[in-house]
């Protein structure tokens, strides 16, 4: 289970500001996040070296893309594709929309259930895919700050989402002119958990080897003149960002 932030704001500077903690075994062999692919150099995220898709990333259209589990879901099954397929086909789209008719489209019996996350610097949108229904279902992300688990968006069934909803809330929200990003880095560092259970953290630590191994904060510039120069910003910490540093990458 892996947990996205999202705060959209469709009149600021930067429209688009995400937090996204991918939690996985951490055994599991990967890449940090570049351009992998040949046949897709217009792709920008990191590499799952076992399925050979990713979790998370950007193109060079600004379009980022974002995939977690759904309940029940954790975990491959024999004849069904990997779920990391989906977030690179999202980025061989222009923008989100484009990418939200593509997905809608899948073969959904060939995936096992996900939630996922498809925004530019115009729209946002969180994409339903459950084992136990027949259909994709598909919402637009409102302004304001969402949380997306395995579970639906700001769901309070999530424990993560009710430990953290809150506390995103209250923080201060990233500044990228400033370089000034602390609060949310910390929040995503945190291993908080009053009731006691792991996942419900916000950085997983098991006993078992499934964690959180890494985590990124992305800001997308908006389309304002004085923006025109802007580059997205993509910072990333290398391993469980309760001990590892976040760095600015060139995308």
């Not at 379009?63 to 004849?79: F, H, Q, Y």
Request: hydrophobic share 35%; charged share 25%.
């Amino acid at each position: 289970m892996c947990s996205i932030v999202i705060l959209r704001q469709s009149d600021n500077e930067w429209p688009l500001i995400i937090g996204a903690n991918r939690d996985e075994m951490e055994n599991r062999k990967c890449l940090p996040p570049g351009r992998h692919w040949e046949d897709r150099p217009h792709i920008f995220a990191g590499k799952d070296l076992e399925a050979g898709g990713t979790w998370l990333g950007i193109n060079d259209d600004g379009v980022v893309a974002a995939i977690m589990n759904r309940i029940d879901s954790l975990g491959p099954m024999e004849n069904k594709r990997t779920r990391g397929e989906l977030v690179l086909e999202a980025l061989d789209h222009s923008d989100a929309s484009e990418s939200l008719n593509a997905l809608i489209e899948i073969e959904k019996d060939s995936y096992r259930g996900f939630n996922m996350f498809i925004a530019d610097n115009l729209n946002s949108y969180w994409i339903k895919s459950d084992e136990n229904s027949s259909f994709i279902e598909y919402f637009n992300i409102p302004d304001g700050l969402s949380i997306i688990t395995a579970h639906d968006r700001n769901d309070f069934s999530s424990g993560r989402i009710k430990n953290y909803l809150s506390k995103f809330s209250l923080a201060t929200a990233p500044q990228p002119n400033k370089d000034e990003w602390q609060d949310w880095e910390t929040l995503l560092g945190s291993t908080y958990c009053p009731d006691n259970e792991p996942l419900s953290a916000m950085c997983v630590k098991t006993d078992i080897g499934f964690q959180t191994v890494s985590s990124c904060l992305l800001a997308i510039p908006g389309l304002q003149p004085k923006l025109a120069f802007k580059k997205p910003i993509f910072r990333h910490a290398n391993g469980s960002p309760d001990s590892h540093h976040f760095e600015e990458l060139e995308i």
